[in-house]
């Protein structure tokens, strides 16, 4: 079965940085667009960020455009945030997501699966 797993969360002060992962198995990987999504206490799921299959092109939510830079590796099979100069809104569950559809999206529906998340958390 198709599974993602996220890993790299944690505790990170202000301003520092926390490169999270996520690995795919059960689905060729290469054929999904990718995205990152968060959610804090309270609030809805909200897009962060999306690459496509090829890894050519990229989309980020205005939140961490510039700050925040989505890559993958096809060979293994895995999806990365790198997350720098992180702020305490930052704080969340990370979710990362597979897309089937070739253009990249900020919508949750889109996405076909969904790993279980990894907790961030930004102390200032």
């Known amino acids: 079965q198709v599974q993602l797993v996220e890993s790299g969360g944690g505790l990170a002060q202000a301003g520092g940085s926390l490169r999270l992962s996520c690995a795919a198995s059960?689905?060729?990987?290469?054929?999904?667009?990718m995205g990152w999504f968060r959610q804090a206490p309270g609030n809805e799921r909200e897009f962060v960020a999306a690459?496509?299959?090829?890894?050519?092109?990229?989309y980020y939510a205005d939140s961490v455009k510039g700050r925040f830079t989505i890559s993958r590796d096809n060979a293994k099979n895995t999806v990365y945030l790198q997350m720098n100069s992180l702020k305490p809104e930052d704080t969340a569950v990370y979710y990362c997501?597979?897309?089937?559809?070739?253009?990249?999206?900020?919508?949750?529906?889109?996405?076909?699966?969904w790993g279980q998340g990894t907790q961030v958390t930004v102390s200032s």
């Open positions: 997501a597979a897309s089937p559809k070739i253009l990249l999206s900020h919508q949750s529906s889109v996405y076909k699966y």
């Open positions: 059960g689905v060729t990987f290469s054929s999904y667009a």
């Open positions: 690459i496509n299959w090829g890894g050519g092109t990229a």
